[in-house]
């Protein structure tokens, strides 16, 4: 088992599945979330528990984050217990979560300030590349930092790329979440003008598949609009957030503004469906 001690807080729907790889890899891993029923798969899994983020800090040397929001993790480091309430030193924080470029500086900073190091480090991919440790890691921060943590990364995802200084990895998520909402709502729409014109969608799916527009992207969601099943893996609420993110960081482009109004529209509806559930938006 490696010496390395990992904590791991936020246990949704992509955490719980991330932090199972690492203890498949033979880490020895804490758990903390406020919801305490989720940390049951990891507990069976033997991983421990702690009552608190300041507690877990304590017990572990590299902490791992993935929460849903920038409010969440104001909250995880500055709560009365949060990370920077135990004033430990020498722990790396690797942010996991799609959260703004400005709050990973703030606690980046912060962290320095207490001699710990910090890293952003979002994901691209949804719950089955996950399970499968298939994710793509876009990571901010120092070189160094990252090396330390490359051993790691590479258990959770098939690339770890470091893309620039803090925040730049949380910059990259914002980029390609919005290149996720162009091919969400083109999917939606491709699929309702067929529709319209008489084409089965079975039929139109299976030609997208096939040509050179087919991707896994149209595969899942193809599949699941055909099944009529928009359980979310990728809720459409956090799309909605990334594109009010990246938004606020000066995306202004002609697509962008569609995308940004389409789910900011669809979002009350249909906010806790996956984000094909776009689809029925659009086709109101």
């Given amino acids: 088992m490696s010496k390395t001690k990992i904590g791991w807080i936020g246990l ?94 703030e606690m980046a900073a912060l962290c320095h300030e207490q001699g710990n190091d910090y890293l952003d480090a979002p994901v691209s991919g949804s719950v089955k590349q996950a399970e499968d440790a298939a994710l793509v890691i876009m990571v901010g921060g120092k070189e160094a930092t990252f090396k330390k943590a490359q051993p790691l990364l590479e258990k959770l995802g098939k690339l770890a790329l470091l893309v620039g200084e803090t925040g730049a990895g949380n910059s990259a998520k914002l980029a390609i979440n919005t290149l996720l909402s162009f091919h969400a709502q083109g999917l939606a729409e491709t699929v309702l003008f067929a529709q319209e014109k008489g084409i089965k969608t079975e039929d139109m799916l299976s030609i997208i598949n096939n040509s050179a527009l087919g991707n896994i992207f149209a595969k899942i969601k193809g599949d699941a609009i055909l099944n009529d099943n928009y359980k979310a893996a990728f809720a459409l609420k956090h799309i909605a957030k990334d594109l009010r993110l990246a938004k606020a960081e000066g995306l202004n482009s002609p697509l962008s503004k569609i995308a940004y109004q389409t789910f900011q529209e669809a979002e009350a509806k249909h906010g806790e469906e996956d984000i094909i559930a776009v689809i029925k938006q659009i086709g109101k």
Avoid: C, W
């Fill in 12 to 105: 949704g729907n992509m955490g719980i599945p991330m932090s199972l790889q690492l203890i498949k890899a033979g880490y020895p891993v804490t758990v903390y979330n406020r919801s305490k029923e989720k940390e049951s798969p990891l507990k069976a899994m033997d991983a421990a528990v702690t009552s608190s983020p300041g507690e877990l800090i304590q017990q572990t040397d590299v902490i791992f984050i993935m929460v849903s929001n920038d409010e969440a993790i104001g909250d995880i480091f500055n709560g009365k217990e949060g990370l920077l309430s135990a004033k430990a030193k020498g722990k790396i924080i690797i942010n996991m979560s799609t959260v703004s470029p400005a709050i990973s500086k």
